[in-house]
């Protein structure tokens, strides 16, 4: 199964709450597995259930809203730097998560796990906020190659570092990247031997 991102086009669930630490996304308590799977049924655990396992009212108990997209409030991933929130994320069905700020661990763990950070202004941000509001089914599109958002006939560009561009676009990880590169490398001892 490809691990490559290059266009999302999906409905979203929107988590209009700023703020939002990495013990929030995955509680301490369930970070004792070493796999990555398993840990998208707690996602937001403390939020999404009680004590008793019954569910709380909450966007990701709500059948009204799915997809791909986590359209989420400034500061998302404050906190520890735990790997298992991007986990989480991912193993939970997500490929996107959009919001106007990230913490740096965060979103450099999120990039490792093909899992696409999308940084977008809080003005664009309250605009999707907006428009899934109204209509549940608003289709957004990521679209990496260009770096590019789109809604409702609106558009903006965001930011992502060259290197993990090309990673998610072709679902390398960092030994796969060195491995596409194998030639240019053999090429460049080949050369440097010769010199010296």
């Known amino acids: 199964m490809s691990k490559a991102i290059s266009k999302i ?5 929107p988590l209009d709450i700023a703020n939002i630490d ?11 597995a070493t796999s990555r799977d398993g840990f998208g049924d707690n996602l937001f655990r403390d939020w999404r259930y009680n004590s008793d396992n019954t569910k709380k009212d909450f966007v990701l108990n709500n059948p009204t809203y799915s997809g791909k997209i986590l359209v989420a409030g400034k500061n998302f991933g404050c906190g520890s730097s735990r790997e298992h929130a991007a986990w989480a994320i991912k193993d939970a069905g997500f490929d996107v998560v959009v919001s106007s700020f990230f913490a740096d661990i965060f979103k450099n763990n999120a990039l ?9 202004s809080e003005d664009f941000l309250q ?33 992502i570092n060259d ?5 998610l676009l072709n679902g390398y990880d960092d030994i796969d990247f060195l491995l596409s590169i194998r030639g240019d490398i053999e090429d460049f001892e080949g050369l440097y031997a010769t010199r010296y």
């Open 127 to 159: 605009q999707l906020f907006n428009a899934i509001e109204k209509d549940p089914k608003t289709i957004i599109g990521v679209d990496l190659e260009p770096q590019t958002i789109m809604a409702n006939g609106r558009s903006e560009k965001f930011e």
């Open 9 to 13: 086009v999906s409905t979203a669930v």
């Open 112 to 120: 490792n796990n093909f899992l696409l950070p999308v940084t977008v």
């Open 22 to 32: 990495t013990d929030q996304i995955i509680p301490a308590r369930f970070l004792k």
């Open 163 to 167: 290197y993990k561009k090309t990673c």
